[in-house]
Each structure stands twice: as C-alpha cells, then as structure tokens.
DNA sequence: CCCAAGGATGTTTACGTAAACATAGACGTC
DNA sequence: GACGTCTATGTTTACGTAAACATCCTTGGG
C-alpha cells in the first residue's frame, strides 16, 4: 500500500479511502491511484483488514463430511449464500464421528478466522467431548435435536416421515416396514419416530424397523431381509440410497415395485427420478436449509439477538413410480 | 493477551511463547500463563497472526457447484488432507459457469485470505475472462488441459475410457456408442477423445456420440435414442449417474442389461454397485486427486519450485453386473 | 480583499502478534 | 571473586490497514 502511495504521490490513507470507495477523494487523484494500483499488482491484504475491523467476513462450517447428498448440497447452498453476503465459507472437516475428533474440531476453529459456526454434526457429540463452544463465536447447528440450547435448522424430518408413511397408508398397504438410518443420526431418529407414530395413530402394527448406514449396500441387505418377508408390501427407507438398495434386492428376489412392493424414500436426491422404478420420495429443501443458516448467523453477527429455537424448513412429497396400491392379495 | 499477561504478571511477550510452545519459559510460569488464558478464555487472534507470518495457513477452493459427486468428494479429499497439514479451505463457489461469475470470483479471491488455490472449473473459463490469477498466488488446476501453465492434477480420464471401451471390444461387441458429457468439460471431451481412438485403432465403427451434462435425466434422454437402434449392444456413458438414465431407458423400452445391452460408467460413485444391474464403471481414485492437490500447492507455498505439468492419477476398471458378451444376434 | 466554511489530503495512532534485541540474574571456571 | 556465558524474561518494533484528527487549499460572501 505505502508503495501503490509512492508511486500515486499520495498518502497511503488516500489509497485505503481508493481501495474502499470513501468518499472525498477526488476524480483525477482517484485514477491516479487505480493506475498505481494496477501497475504495482496491489491487493488489499484482508489480515490486515480483519486486524483492524476485529471481523473476518467468515463463516466456518463444521461437519463430518461431504459424501451424503445432504450434506453437501447444504454445504453448497451455505457457501452460495454466504458469498453473495460478502461472507467466504471456511470448511472444517472431522474425521470421524468419535468425541476426540469433534474436540480436535473445536480446538482448531478457536484457532480459525471465522465470525461464526454451522455445526453440521450430532450436537451429543459436541456435549459428550468436554469443549464449549468459544464464547463469542456464534453458532447455527443444523440437523440436531438441540433446539434447547442453539438456534436450529432443520428439515422438518418428521413432516416428511409423516407424508411418506400416510401416502402408503391410504394407497391400502395394511402396515409400512422402515429401513431406519443410524441410531447416532438425529435425522434417523426423527423419521422413524414419525414413522411409528403415525402407525400407532392408524392402529397398524409396528414391525421393527431395519436398520441401515444411510448407504446403498445396508439398504440392499435390509431389503434382503425385507423381501423374505411375503407380508412386506411396503417399505418406507430413510433414505434415497437406501431405497434404491432396497429396490435392487427386492428386484434380486423376484418382488416387483410398485406390484408387489411399495418404496418410499428420502431426500429427493437428483438420481430418485431415474431409479428403476423412479422413486417416490420425500424432497428436502437443503438450499433453503443453506440459507436460513447462513440468515441465522449473519443475524447473530450484527448483533440481533438470537436464542434457541428450532427453524423448520417444510418437506414435500413427490410421488413417482414407485408406489401404488397393493396387489390382490394383501386386501 | 495483554490482559492475559498482566493477569500472569508477565509480559505479553512471555505470553505468546507460551501460546507458541517456544522454549525458554520456565515450568512454574507457563503454568501461571495457562492458568491466566483459561481463566480469561484467551484465544489468540488469527489475523494478527496471519499478518505478522504474512501467511494465512488457509487453501482456497474455486468451483461451479459440489452437486457433481467428483467435485464434492474432491473437495472433502482436499480439505481433509489440507487440514492435516494445518491448513483450512476456503470454499468459493461461483454460480453458473458464466464469464462474469469466474471473473467476480477470481475478483473475490484477490481479497481472500488464502495462500493458494485449487482451482477446480474450466480454465478455458478463466482464459476467456480478462482475468489473471493474481501474481504469489500458488494455484493447482484440477480437471483442464492447463497443464501446460500450470500444474494440473487429474484422473487420467484417457486411460479410464479405454480401459471400458476395450473392456467392451474384448467382450465382443461390434462397436460401443458413448453417451458423452457436456462439450465445455474437459473431463468429457478426454473420455470421448479415448473412446474414439480406441475404436478407431481397432478398426471398428464409430457412431456419433449422444451428448448429455452428467444428470442422470440426460443419460435417460440420450438412452432412449440409443434404445432404438437395435445394433446398439454397448453404451459407454461418461459418468454414472448418465449410466443411470441410459439403464432405465433400456429397461422401459424392453432391452435387457446385459443380456441385449451392456452397459459401462465412469466414477464409480457410491451407489453405483446398487443399480440395476450392479454397473461395470471406472473407478475414480478422488481421495488421491484432493491429496496431490493439497501436497502441490503446499509445495509451491514453502517455495518448492512447481513448474507447470500433469500430474494423473490412474483409474481401474470395476466390472459388475452391467457387462457382459453380446447376445446371439450381434455376433 | 479578508475570512469562514468546507472539501481534499496528510499524519498519527491502534488493532494483536511475534521477531529481534535488550536486560538481568544465575552459574561455572580460572 | 571477577568474568564470561547462558537462561529467563522484558522492551521495542513492524506487519498493513483505516479511523480519528490535523492541515491545507479552494471557494464564496461580506
């Protein structure tokens, strides 16, 4: 900067008043300073900046990673929004979900440059490792059950379990078998207990549900073991990928979607409508759930007050070719 | 940290030996410096420490969207192994692949705090823009054939798509039609260079591609076009999600995988040994791509002369259940 | 023609940290 | 016991920026 001011013939406040658009500055010393700006390569240099203005302009995101489609459409859809803000997302990755990886996590954010957290991570994780979150960091968590103690976003899991479960239920399936997503995910946990309400609501019985990793492969063995059952004419997955496992094993043993089985899914993921059959699912949100973090937070930033609270963003069922009446033989 | 020594009774010198681990500080006070920093919940200021080192120990990552499964598992390799190495990633996304757009985030990039970036868009793109990297910034290309300005690291996309397309011939088949992705990648234009030579070293027809932009709807598209020709008995798609599209398009117009057609991918994306068939695809090593990305570009940052040059990654054929030899008819 | 007002620009200072240098005390050696 | 040496700690300074304040010049009115 003291060189772009040398060169200019100017002080270096003149160039800072350039760099920023303040005004009082007039018209020829202000091209004076650009042309000095472009010989010299000038850039600002933001630690400097952030220094000074005790801000960072960034936000951190915290997660475990950005294989599930979920996680990095929101991931997209903050750091999108974040941007057009003024706002640079920086990625904070946790190995695994273990209590030392999560600490690890918090540690190296105390260290970070950012004004602000989204936590895209079991918040019992965050309250079983022993860290707090640094005082003066403002947080949004995502996907939790800590509406209590952060401000939440989510989607409304449950919403969405509900329309899925009831779709099956009023197309004459007498009950719905769940393929649940892990017992760690709060999501998971969320669908399957709209799933059996909405059972126990309507009176049917509750098999126990399946259980599954959220991939493709724990879909497809939950469906093996779903397809033995000739009973089983409905099948509501937590997931996209698990129903499409679900589809390829019920497809293996012969059981044809939607004749003989009914698949509902989750997510509504880009892939759902070209599944064999295309798959009825429940559409989720994730841009929307990107933004109301990235609202949420900013808001916190400037200094509107934000307490706990859970902000639910609504869910949409799309029905495809994947579900349809049972056949005869169940009633 | 001031106050966190005047609380120690020591200077803020003696604190910031204590924050750095520096030696020279005797037991009994650093323990009486930690006791002040806990108590005063200190934790040191990133930007002043970026601009005394004159480093911000952050990568930034420039790229049009993690919607495709390579860019966010890229991404997550990138930020992992960054991470390792006591870096964070900065993510800065730009819209749609648009002049203007690659031109504000390059604009935006010049006042990031970032020491390097991965650059993972079309440098055509950036070419086009009136834009230049900004000089001391380190930048790795991933995806381009930049490789002749800058260090380039990639899938040998080449090599993976005549591993498939002989993988085809040797199974028989006359000739194999490509589903191709969009002309403006990269990535698709090599594979569809490879399939070309290939065929053409082989003596075998060449059809002309279909053209789709990875989305599992377009392979649908172009595999109902495909359908119709019933000398079609090979398809090879140019990522999995368009193999997707093309086997249900196959399916709903009678043509049996892999009994009347086969089919191959690239990727090997997660759900990919879920289809329906399981598919037969290249195998994309991402992990290592955002690895070698990572080690580039740190490379380049603690002045280790990086000259422009390609740096590939192999790719292995995964066979499943989607190939097989041409039904009696073909031959 | 002089002075007040206001706009354009320069000067000083502080942000929080750590390197470089300075100091002061302890210890060993002859 | 005096001197050099080493260790623990304190003091000064600079990193690049922008707010706050100071200065200078122009302009217009009396």
Same mark, same amino acid.
Do not use: K
């Given at each position: 900067?003291?060189?772009?001011?040398?060169?200019?013939?100017?002080?270096?406040?003149?160039?800072?008043?350039?760099?920023?658009?303040?005004?009082?500055?007039?018209?020829?010393?202000?091209?004076?300073?650009?042309?000095?700006?472009?010989?010299?390569?000038?850039?600002?240099?933001?630690?400097?900046?952030?220094?000074?203005?005790?801000?960072?302009?960034?936000?951190?995101?915290?997660?475990?990673?950005?294989?599930?489609?979920?996680?990095?459409?929101? +991931? *997209?859809?903050? %750091?999108?929004?974040?941007? !057009?803000?003024?706002?640079?997302?920086? /990625?904070?990755?946790? &190995?695994? $979900?273990?209590?030392?990886?999560?600490?690890?996590?918090?540690?190296?954010?105390?260290?970070?440059?950012?004004?602000?957290?989204?936590?895209?991570?079991?918040?019992?994780?965050?309250?079983?490792?022993?860290?707090?979150?640094?005082?003066?960091?403002?947080?949004?968590?995502?996907?939790?059950?800590?509406?209590?103690?952060?401000?939440?976003?989510?989607?409304?899991?449950?919403?969405?379990?509900?329309?899925?479960?009831?779709?099956?239920?009023?197309?004459?399936?007498?009950?719905?078998?769940?393929?649940?997503?892990? +017992? *760690?995910?709060? %999501?998971?946990?969320?669908? !399957?207990?709209?799933?059996?309400?909405? /059972?126990?609501?309507? &009176?049917? $019985?509750?098999?126990?549900?399946?259980?599954?990793?959220?991939?493709?492969?724990?879909?497809?063995?939950?469906?093996?073991?779903?397809?033995?059952?000739?009973?089983?004419?409905?099948?509501?997955?937590?997931?996209?990928?698990?129903?499409?496992?679900?589809?390829?094993?019920?497809?293996?043993?012969?059981?044809?979607?939607?004749?003989?089985?009914?698949?509902?899914?989750?997510?509504?993921?880009?892939?759902?409508?070209?599944?064999?059959?295309?798959?009825?699912?429940?559409?989720?949100?994730?841009?929307?759930?990107?933004?109301?973090?990235?609202?949420?937070?900013?808001?916190?930033?400037?200094?509107?007050?934000?307490?706990?609270?859970?902000?639910?963003?609504?869910?949409?069922?799309?029905?495809?070719?994947?579900?349809?009446?049972?056949?005869?033989?169940?009633?």
């Amino acid at each position: 900067m003291a060189d772009v001011a040398r060169l200019a013939g100017v002080s270096s406040q003149t160039v800072s008043r350039v760099a920023n658009g303040s005004p009082g500055v007039i018209e020829t010393t202000r091209e004076q300073v650009l042309a000095a700006m472009s010989e010299l390569g000038y850039r600002p240099n933001s630690a400097a900046r952030s220094l000074r203005y005790g801000r960072f302009n960034t936000i951190g995101v915290i997660l475990f990673g950005l294989a599930s489609t979920g996680n990095s459409r929101t +991931v *997209e859809a903050i %750091a999108t929004h974040a941007a !057009a803000e003024g706002y640079a997302i920086t /990625l904070i990755p946790v &190995g695994a $979900p273990t209590q030392d990886n999560v600490m690890g996590a918090f540690t190296r954010m105390g260290e970070l440059a950012v004004d602000g957290v989204v936590l895209i991570i079991e918040v019992h994780l965050l309250d079983a490792s022993a860290v707090a979150i640094p005082p003066g960091v403002h947080v949004v968590v995502v996907d939790s059950d800590a509406g209590d103690r952060y401000p939440v976003v989510d989607t409304d899991q449950a919403d969405g379990a509900r329309q899925a479960v009831r779709h099956l239920l009023e197309l004459g399936h007498r009950t719905v078998r769940h393929v649940a997503g892990p +017992v *760690e995910s709060f %999501a998971a946990e969320r669908r !399957a207990g709209a799933w059996r309400q909405v /059972l126990e609501e309507a &009176g049917r $019985p509750v098999l126990p549900p399946e259980r599954g990793d959220w991939s493709a492969d724990s879909g497809y063995h939950a469906g093996l073991r779903l397809a033995g059952d000739p009973e089983c004419t409905a099948v509501f997955a937590a997931n996209d990928q698990m129903a499409l496992g679900v589809l390829r094993a019920l497809h293996e043993r012969g059981r044809r979607v939607p004749a003989d089985v009914s698949v509902v899914g989750f997510d509504d993921i880009a892939d759902a409508g070209s599944y064999l059959p295309p798959l009825t699912t429940v559409h989720q949100d994730f841009a929307e759930v990107g933004r109301r973090c990235v609202d949420a937070l900013l808001g916190q930033i400037h200094d509107e007050p934000a307490g706990p609270g859970t902000d639910l963003v609504p869910t949409r069922l799309v029905i495809r070719g994947s579900t349809a009446p049972p056949s005869g033989t169940g009633g």
